[in-house]
Every structure is written in C-alpha cells, then in structure tokens.
C-alpha cells in the first residue's frame, strides 16, 4: 500500500497569498492517479483535483496541481477566506485507497 | 443531482455491530458506479472502509475486512454497512461516497456520527 506524506502540517498565511501543499509518496504512483480534496470544519470533503492536475467541476481555477512519480503539489494561487480549511491528497487506481494526513491551511 | 444521505444509531456499545445506511437520491445505483464508505475518526484523517457496485461485487481495506460487510439494495437504492465487534477505535464520522472502480471519489453524502460507549 503506497503512504502518502503531507507537508506542511500546518500552513499559515493570508488572504491574497500563495499556498503551496505538497504530499509526497512512498512509491511511485501510477497514471498520476492522486486527486486532492478540501474539509470544513463539520463538513464532508470536498474533491478539487483528480489526475493529479484536472480540476474537478465547479472548481476556481486558483486552484491548479501538479506533480508526478512520487511528488505531488497543490497551488492555491490566491487564497480567498473560505479557502481555509484542511486538505487531503489520496492515491487511487488500485485495491486500496490511501490518504495522506491532511494540511491544514489557516 | 446526486445525493447521498447516510442513517444509523448515533450510538453503539462496545462488542456490538454498527449498522448504517446511505440512501441514494437523483441517480439509480443499477447504472453504475461503486459506492462506498469512508470513516473519519474525530480530530484524525480520512480512511476507505469499502465498496460495493449495484451486482454485490465487494472490495474492503484489508486492515478491517473481518470486521466489515456492505451489502445493496437496489429495490430501495441504498447500500449499507456491518462492522461488527466494534471498539473505541471505530468512534468516527461515516461518510457514504460515490466513485468508478478504484477511482477518486466525487461525491460525498455529509456524514453520520457513530460513537462507541
């Protein structure tokens, strides 16, 4: 089963800033098959990126990832307030389904 | 559009069986996709419990395959979720998702609560 890693744990910035998320693998993933997902506080999450870089529906495009092989990133080019929030990246494509520990942006 | 409502006990005592249930609203579960479950432990992360598409056919996390069974019911358009001799440890909000095989899930019913005591 592939370990995903997310850093930072935590990432603190403000509003009109640039979030960089990075969530590492422990093995190579396939057919760049990690999709990243947003939580609210009391909510389900939310996907935002599939394919490791195709924007989900009806998501801003501030919102871009990248990556391949085993490192992968999420940009938020300019956080708006309701972009704070902690966020996910998951590998998918096999029997089982990891996600990493989550970042949590505030 | 597709929505996913989970129901169950809020509620479960030590040794016993949780037992939930995700209705299906705005789309047939016979047409396709897989369905699934996803746990989330209060304060931790998200962890895949398991899956099932509209024929029965299951797939579940290795580390909690004794424990779990999901089952169809495709007369009332839902799927349900058995984990039985439960502890502590399977306190978590439960969430009912939709997705293809092996694929991301996109869409995410809001959650039940289950806690264990």
């Known amino acids: 089963e592939i370990v995903l890693t997310q850093s930072p744990g935590t990432l603190s910035l403000f509003p009109g800033e640039r979030a960089t998320l990075s969530c590492r693998a422990s093995q190579t993933v396939t057919n760049s098959y990690l999709a990243w997902y947003q939580q609210k506080p009391g909510q389900a999450p939310r996907l935002l990126i599939h394919?490791?870089?195709s924007r989900a529906t009806g998501i801003p495009d501030r919102f871009s990832g990248s990556g391949s092989g085993t490192d992968f990133t999420l940009t938020i080019s300019r956080l708006e307030p309701e972009d704070f929030a902690i966020y996910y990246c998951q590998h998918y494509g096999t029997s089982s389904y990891s996600f990493g520990q989550g970042t949590k942006l505030e | 559009q597709v929505q996913l409502q989970e129901s169950g006990p809020g509620l479960v005592k030590p040794s016993e069986t949780l037992s939930l249930t995700c209705g299906v609203s705005g789309y047939s579960i016979s047409s396709g996709y897989y369905w699934g479950w996803i746990r989330q432990p209060p304060g931790k992360g998200l962890e895949w419990v398991g899956s099932?598409?509209?024929?029965?056919?299951?797939y579940y996390n290795s580390s909690l395959k004794s424990q779990v069974t999901i089952s169809v019911d495709t007369s009332k358009n839902q799927i349900s979720l058995r984990l039985k001799s439960v502890t502590a440890a399977d306190a978590a909000v439960y969430f009912c998702?939709?997705?293809?095989?092996?694929?991301?899930?996109?869409?995410w019913g809001k959650g039940t609560t289950v806690a264990v005591s």
């Open positions: 998702v939709r997705h293809r095989y092996y694929y991301f899930m996109d869409v």
């Open positions: 099932i598409f509209h024929t029965g056919t299951t």
């Open positions: 394919g490791a870089s």
